[in-house]
């Protein structure tokens, strides 16, 4: 395994011509096998010759987002936008302060909160996520990112981006492959931080979709948000976005919970060097821990079936050397 | 507007060093004023301090693929390859031999043919379109691709694609644009054939969705094909399909017919430089001649509103030097 982190400071030497020292591409990656294994796996299949050779269009990674790319804890962020928007939605919604479950989450009280019921969570995400047009969404959801703060971590949510996985993508474009999301969360929503967060364009971002509607007002062209579901794009739904959306099956896919388990089966499945990933959250110190029982980010039969199938598991603890960047990735 | 052609010469010295001819980047294109126009809004959106200066992030182009990148007569080639694998699959359904609308389609009488209704052709779509797994439909529509035959032009389907079409695709990808198609037909069909044929990937590639279910069968994951519409692809669909893919309003935009005035007024109605095509079959002598009465690929709404917001209407008679490939494009 030693070959892989050789071979890059030949490539560094091979590229720059004055390169003398080393370049390591993923230095908050702590040097374990695990990293060792990656540098392997993207060494090989973009070295024509090597049995495992990929042409380029064939280099397609795709990575689901929450507890991934970014931290998922205490609950998904996205869920923590639509409580806050439900807050700034008050004033248009004098109702709301006497009808539930939007009188609980504008009373901000953590009781009242934990006691609503997944119908609704529901509710609370379609008055927040629909109604409006596509450009007042992107509206609500870029002010929300660069104004508010992770209620323990304290810093803006795209800040809370893991750094190893920041180089990974750099690592993986560096080398001819395409870096998807495919994520759960609701595909704009991710739009509205991920482009400059992660370097991937919208186009490169797929998720829950909801449905959308194509009409003319006042001579001008607007899709609006409908408050029905598409593709639930979380399970079952991340192959199914990965066909829609790609059309070809992932040769590295990146996951973290059961969410991601149809996405790594599918993945899998193809013929070719591949290589599938689970994070493991076993870092309470410096993130969170979290696996078998957690209700956000549950990591259960996804685990067993990576154990079953060679799959490469990922500490957070072991493996990554930082955790989140030193400058927060919107203050760019 | 000659400034354009200049430039291209221009831009050959600058880069090659040796250039000492202009390199033409759009020889099937006939000196025209639609070239120039062409060539105009490229060279200009590519260079920086121009105030019509786009990042690479922003180039976005989509084309409609009937009829603006191939051709779409007597009928959508979609259509033909339904009704031949109608007569295909007849060995395993010998109860269609007396069952419409599938015994006129065996029988393949022109007069039995013409009296299908609209209903009888949803039929004959989802029996051949769906119920299989992905991986069966991308069999048969590779197996068609590579054996049929255009009824009146006697050449396979991917040698139908426009020379000056692939000439602006490669033009505009070389200046750093993403080409995507916009399609009404199904997605997978069009992915079956246009990597090859456009050099368009099918991450790039939108169209009519049908259904799709995920599922393991016999510890294989599969995609099955469902009959239902998930997303129709035509009118209205296709800047849905753009927002839902892309996430941006592209900047060019290329149609054919009224299917694509949506996509048109949509991609019209971003801010900064934009331009708007529209190809015009007039050339009987070459391909085939028809607009405001015509059946398939009517061009009538479409034309009225490119008259009134000054879209470009490209005629295949005076602008397209040749039409087809003189090599079919499947036989590289």
Not at 128 to 134: I, K, L, P, V, Y
Request: aromatic residues 10%; contains cysteine.
């Amino acid at each position: 395994m030693l070959a892989g982190l050789a071979l890059w400071s030949l490539a560094a030497c091979a590229s720059g011509g004055t390169a003398t020292t080393e370049v390591d591409p993923l230095p908050s990656w702590n040097p374990t096998p695990v990293k060792y294994a990656l540098v392997d796996f993207v060494e090989r299949v973009i070295t024509e010759g090597d049995p495992r050779y990929l042409p380029p269009g064939e280099r397609i990674a795709t990575f689901d987002n929450d507890g991934t790319l970014w931290a998922e804890q205490p609950i998904y962020f996205e869920v923590l936008f639509a409580l806050d928007r439900v807050r700034a939605m008050e004033a248009d919604h004098p109702e709301w302060r006497t009808e539930e479950p939007y009188a609980s989450v504008i009373a901000n009280d953590p009781e009242r909160l934990a006691r609503l019921s997944q119908a609704d969570l529901v509710k609370i995400i379609a008055v927040t996520h629909t109604g409006m047009t596509e450009q007042a969404f992107e509206a609500d959801t870029k002010e929300w990112f660069a104004t508010a703060r992770h209620p323990t971590l304290q810093k803006p949510f795209p800040a809370l981006v893991y750094q190893p996985q920041l180089e990974l993508l750099d690592y993986l474009r560096a080398h001819g492959f395409e870096t998807f999301i495919v994520s759960g969360g609701e595909v704009d929503f991710i739009r509205a931080f991920a482009p400059e967060a992660y370097g991937i364009p919208p186009e490169q971002i797929m998720g829950t979709t909801l449905g959308y509607r194509f009409q003319e007002v006042d001579g001008q062209p607007v899709i609006d948000r409908l408050p029905e579901v598409m593709i639930n794009g979380d399970n079952v739904g991340k192959p199914v976005n990965i066909h829609l959306h790609i059309g070809k099956k992932p040769v590295l896919a990146f996951g973290n919970s059961d969410g991601d388990l149809q996405m790594l089966q599918y993945a899998d499945s193809g013929d070719g060097p591949r290589m599938m990933l689970l994070l493991h959250h076993d870092d309470a110190e410096r993130e969170f821990a979290y696996d078998r029982q957690s209700h956000v980010g549950r990591l259960d039969k996804a685990w067993d079936e990576a154990k079953k199938r060679g799959w490469t598991v990922v500490s957070m603890k072991n493996d990554f050397a930082t955790i989140f960047p030193a400058t927060p990735a919107n203050d760019d």
